[in-house]
């Protein structure tokens, strides 16, 4: 399974950034999808998870109401819309891929994609 994020950049605070993560290389429908973020010098956080059907999504609750998850199975891409970004969320974001149910852990990671970097100036 191949994970390709983009959509990363600067921004202000209080502005809104869209990340992408093209899926490739499974049955788009056998994986549940989430997003990770590590800042520098911290460790790789859960961000958002979206199960293989759609209808169930996890947050962390520093992100709840302001990130939404989102997959499209005709493009086979999972998406994480980000708004009233703040400083703290300035980090390195990773799409990720399990083969089975919805997780909000990294132990339960198959598949990692490439990074791509957020940064929210104050």
């Known amino acids: 399974v191949q994970l390709q994020a983009s959509g990363g950049g600067l921004v202000q605070a209080g502005g809104s950034l869209r990340l992408s993560c093209g899926v490739s290389g499974s049955t788009f429908s056998s994986l549940a999808l989430a997003w990770f973020r590590q800042a520098l010098g911290k460790e790789r956080e859960f961000v958002a998870a979206?199960?293989?059907?759609?209808?169930?999504?996890n947050y962390q609750d520093s992100v709840k109401g302001r990130f939404t998850i989102s997959r499209d199975s005709a493009k086979n891409t999972v998406s994480l819309q980000m708004n009233s970004l703040k400083p703290e969320d300035t980090a390195v974001y990773y799409c990720?891929?399990?083969?089975?149910?919805?997780?909000?852990?990294?132990?339960?990671?198959?598949?990692w994609g490439q990074g791509t970097q957020v940064t929210v100036s104050s």
């Open positions: 979206i199960s293989r059907s759609g209808g169930s999504t």
């Open positions: 990720a891929a399990r083969e089975g149910l919805i997780y909000s852990s990294s132990r339960y990671v198959n598949y």
